[in-house]
């Protein structure tokens, strides 16, 4: 080697930032390491759990929660921070922990992109990122993470396509993808990755054809690209691999034929899900040889033919056939069945929606004792139900509506002790009902409609308490309703007895099915009058009553039915007037009311006011209502006789309200010159039975079913919602977690504290709830947040940062410090907060100030010597927050400087 080659050689080693000695490289050290998590840590908004506290420069960053250093040169090797409810960003400071190997974020809620400078980690091995809101496009740089073989990007927002520059990292072993919103194609080049066992990409929007290469990947085990647009024809090296466990690319739009030797070579195949997609031909007859199979998925295809010989199955778990062009002609059609006899360990079976024909024969019931799901329904299936279903004694669902079976419902269907769900109806089914459905404790749903069913409803099916659907119409049935049926406290979904001949009246027990949806007694023989308590049926959705003998007048109940959408009862003989309370019923869409007796003015409100939702034709004695119902005008003389009657009314309501009104005054003015303390009398005035309860119902509608678009606030014990009530009216709506350790004494703790006082600086108290396990406060809205929202706002809760000034903070810190001094000073017994905070400081329109969550408030017993006790007991308050003032026994005496302080230093 020449001398100046040599000189050449060490310049470059001397100089170039890559080769050379020290003064080249990028200074990475301890101190990186430092710089880099603490600006990590700055990019976190949210630490609910506090793990970052020790992530601070006074302790060696070794120490610090959830990171791993390499012992000799004290480098991050590791960070883990999964499950920690942390919010942030990733900072592209990541990048410069130049010795990180593994890297988990997973669960938490990261959003923003991931930054490109992650591609400089040239050790990592393991990055997990599962289960954030982390958005943008796959960085191509991570190409450059030349070690990695772990990689887990699920459950994110990420889009675009995967980059092709992936496919070069060779030690890559498992790649999951899956629910992003990823479009284009399977990169080619993943057909490169020698390493790769398990390669996860469902639920996206990937398209295009799948890789040849997958097939000939030596160690493939897992292969899930279902719920994508791919299309094309299965490779048929993913047929010839061996290797594979898991092929699962359902709900795609792939195309063509399985072939013949399909699962010859398959020897550790166990799920095969192919289903909901474009497949066609016959299922290959080497199906019933692959003894690994566990789960197979070939529904919503188009597969024709025979079902094949199922005999060597012994670890079938799931075999879904339905929703295919399947049939059963000639000899042996139907051996499928009795071939499976073999497979002991099968949960779930359907060959729901073919076109098989024929009797069901009686080896059904020498299906496996362990079968959960038996789906046969939308065939053409004649004859009778074979008694020897009631072998099968772990079923819970049985479907066979939609075929032409007859004979009875067997009563051994009720031995069957899991039985919930019931699937007969669209048959031939003659008989009763048996008596037998009362024996099934967990029965959830029966449906046995369009059948030829007769007799009385048996009422043993009061006996099943979980019962939530019973639907008998289009049948035969007589006699009575049953009063057990309307005892079943979870029948919340549907009743239907409607197209029968029942007759009698409807029990007035209808009312406790407040939980019910939907109710139809529609073609029947009912009569009598319409049970009031109807009204009480709080979920009703839908009711439909007509073409029975009802009579007498429309309930008024029926306003209580505040979610209503749908009522039919027409065709009955009511009489007497339509309420005009039906206006109230804001989400009713039809109102049938033709074919009756009903006479008088129509109201015009409400659903009144569009024709078309209303039906009132056969009436002939209605007048008025809007132009479009085309009724006659009333009877002008019937207007002023009205007119007259109204006036007379409205005289002696003034005379009553006058009187009233001046009585009241010289009341109240007796009781203020008796007694001139004001707060004596607010207190008296807000006492617990002053307050109006509510229904859990009402709330639901002011809050669209506690919709998480109305939630403004959450804590440890409850939830708080905006409520927009019917009146428009606004209320802050607080719903304790009842499942939440320690929410029952808060929700108790609060209604004690606020039974007896009542300031113009704490949050008021407009009704209460209490329905059993249900608990909830109706408190005063407060439209500007609370102090922490004011104070430190979120970007991405604000488009404009507000400014608080000197005097805004100086007015909220009095308004705060007027609230303590009269808990602690001027009530009966006085009141402990026990967790004052910004976020617990509300601030109404004026910007006035509001103290509430009593949840942890104490009352101190007066003059007594231990009352000190009632604060000392254990440590109150938020996990990471004490206010200043809990230092020492001064917090009783010092309200007014102390608010005054906690405001100001926020």
Same mark, same amino acid.
């Given at each position: 080697m020449s001398t100046k080659t040599i000189i050449l050689i060490l310049i470059c080693l001397t100089f170039h930032p890559l080769l050379g000695g020290s003064q080249g490289l990028p200074r990475f050290n301890n101190n990186t390491d430092q710089e880099s998590l603490l600006v990590f840590k700055s990019r976190i908004t949210d630490d609910p759990l506090g793990v970052l506290e020790t992530w601070n420069p006074s302790s060696s960053l070794c120490n610090w929660t959830s990171v791993n250093c390499n012992v000799t040169k004290q480098r991050v090797t590791s960070i883990n921070l999964e499950n920690l409810g942390l919010v942030g960003t990733i900072a592209p400071h990541i990048g410069n922990l130049s010795f990180l190997s593994y890297l988990n974020l997973q669960n938490n809620s990261f959003s923003g992109s991931l930054p490109q400078e992650i591609g400089q980690l =040239?050790?990592?091995?393991?990055?997990?990122?599962a289960s954030n809101r982390i958005r943008g496009t796959i960085p191509a740089s991570l190409s450059l993470c030349s070690k990695l073989s772990y990689l887990d990007l699920s459950i994110n927002i990420l889009e675009g396509t995967i980059p092709n520059e992936l496919g070069a990292l060779s030690e890559l072993e498992d790649v999951s993808f899956m629910q992003n919103f990823l479009t284009g194609p399977i990169p080619s080049s993943f057909g490169n990755l020698s390493s790769?066992?398990?390669? &996860?990409?469902?639920?996206?929007?990937?398209?295009?054809? &799948?890789?040849?290469?997958? %097939?000939?990947?030596?160690f493939l085990i897992n292969l899930q690209i279902g719920l994508n647009n791919i299309s094309g024809e299965i490779p048929c090296s993913l047929f010839n691999s061996s290797s594979l466990i898991v092929i699962a690319m359902a709900v795609n739009r792939l195309t063509g034929t399985l072939p013949r030797d399909t699962f010859t070579n398959q020897t550790s195949l166990t799920t095969f899900f192919v289903g909901g997609n474009l497949l066609s031909g016959r299922i290959p007859p080497s199906i019933g040889n692959a003894s690994s199979l566990t789960r197979v998925d070939l529904a919503n295809n188009?597969?024709? @033919?025979?079902?094949?010989?199922? @005999?060597?199955?012994?670890?079938?778990?799931?075999?879904?056939?339905?929703?295919?062009q399947l049939v059963n002609d000639g000899a042996g059609g139907m051996d499928f069945l009795a071939s499976l006899a073999n497979s002991t360990q099968l949960q779930v079976f359907s060959v729901a929606e073919n076109q098989l024909t024929g009797k069901l024969p009686s080896s059904i019931g020498n299906l496996s004792r362990q079968l959960s799901l038996l789906v046969m329904n939308n065939n053409f299936f004649h004859g009778s139900l074979p008694g020897e279903i009631s072998n099968l004694v772990n079923l819970t669902l049985i479907a066979f509506e939609h075929n032409s079976l007859?004979?009875?419902i067997l009563p051994s269907i009720g031995t069957l002790p899991n039985l919930q769900y019931i699937f007969l109806h669209e048959n031939k089914f003659s008989g009763k009902v048996p008596e037998s459905l009362g024996n099934l404790t967990y029965l959830a749903e029966v449906h046995l409609s369009n059948n030829l069913l007769e007799g009385t409803i048996p009422s043993s099916l009061g006996n099943c308490q979980r019962l939530q659907l019973l639907d008998l119409s289009v049948n035969l049935l007589n006699g009575t309703i049953p009063g057990d049926i309307f005892g079943i406290p979870g029948l919340g979904k549907v009743l239907n007895l409607s197209f029968n001949s029942l007759s009698g009246f409807v029990p007035s027990e209808v009312g406790d099915l407040n939980m019910v949806q939907a109710i139809d007694l529609a073609s029947n023989q009912l009569s009598g009058d319409i049970p009031v308590t109807?009204?009480?049926?709080s979920s009703l959705l839908y009711l439909n009553m007509s073409r029975n003998s009802f009579q007498g007048s429309i309930p008024n109940s029926l306003d209580k039915l505040k979610a209503? $959408?749908? &009522? /039919?009862?027409?065709?009955?003989?009511?009489?007497?007037?339509?309420?005009?309370?039906?206006?109230?019923?804001?989400f009713l869409q039809v109102l049938n009311l033709s074919r009756n007796q009903l006479s008088g003015e129509v109201p015009k409100g409400g659903i009144f006011e569009n024709s078309t939702a209303v039906s009132l034709s056969g009436n002939l004695?209605?007048?008025?209502?809007?132009?479009?119902? %085309?009724? #006659?005008?009333? /009877?002008?003389? $019937?207007?002023?006789? %009205?007119g007259s009657k109204l006036k007379i009314v409205l005289a002696a309501t003034f005379a009553s309200v006058a009187f009233i009104i001046i009585v009241s005054m010289l009341v109240f003015w007796l009781v203020r010159k008796k007694d001139s303390d004001l707060r004596a009398v607010n207190e008296k005035a807000n006492s617990p039975e002053m307050y109006p309860m509510c229904r859990q119902h009402d709330l639901k509608l002011a809050t669209r079913n506690f919709s998480p678009e109305y939630m403004i606030g959450e804590g440890s014990f409850g939830s708080v919602y905006k409520g927009v009530f019917e009146d428009g009216s606004l209320a802050a709506i607080k719903v304790f977690k009842m499942g939440q350790h320690g929410a029952s004494k808060s929700f108790i703790a609060e209604c004690e504290a606020l039974r007896s006082i009542r300031h113009r600086n704490l949050v008021k108290i407009i009704s209460v709830c209490s329905a059993g396990d249900f608990k909830a406060l109706v408190l005063k809205f407060m439209p500007n947040g609370n102090l922490e929202q004011l104070l430190h706002p979120r970007i991405e809760d604000c488009e404009v940062e507000k400014v608080v000034d000197m005097n805004q903070?100086?007015?909220?810190?009095?308004?705060?410090?007027?609230?303590? $001094?009269?808990? !602690? !000073?001027?009530?009966?017994? #006085?009141?402990? !907060?026990?967790?004052?905070?910004?976020?617990?400081?509300?601030? /109404? $329109?004026?910007?006035?100030? !509001?103290?509430? /969550? =009593?949840?942890?408030?104490? &009352?101190?017993?007066?003059?007594? #010597?231990?009352?000190?006790?009632?604060?000392s007991v254990g440590l109150k308050g938020s996990i990471g927050y004490m206010a200043p003032a809990m230092q020492n026994m001064a917090w009783v005496r010092g309200s007014q400087r102390e608010a005054m302080s906690t405001v100001l230093e926020y």
């Open positions: =040239f050790r990592l091995r393991t990055l997990i990122l790769l066992s398990n390669l &996860i990409l469902r639920s996206n929007s990937l398209k295009g054809p &799948i890789p040849e290469g997958l %097939g000939r990947l030596p188009s597969f024709s @033919g025979q079902i094949p010989w199922l @005999g060597n199955l012994p670890n079938i778990q799931i075999l879904s056939l339905q929703s295919n007859t004979g009875t109807i009204g009480d049926c209503i $959408e749908y &009522i /039919d009862l027409s065709s009955n003989n009511l009489t007497g007037n339509i309420s005009a309370s039906l206006e109230s019923l804001k004695k209605l007048c008025g209502g809007v132009p479009n119902l %085309g009724l #006659p005008k009333c /009877d002008s003389h $019937e207007k002023k006789s %009205g903070r100086l007015k909220i810190a009095q308004d705060v410090a007027l609230a303590l $001094e009269y808990l !602690h !000073h001027d009530c009966e017994s #006085p009141v402990v !907060h026990c967790d004052l905070k910004p976020s617990n400081v509300l601030l /109404d $329109e004026e910007m006035s100030a !509001h103290v509430g /969550d =009593f949840g942890l408030a104490r &009352i101190l017993l007066k003059n007594s #010597p231990n009352a000190h006790l009632s604060i």
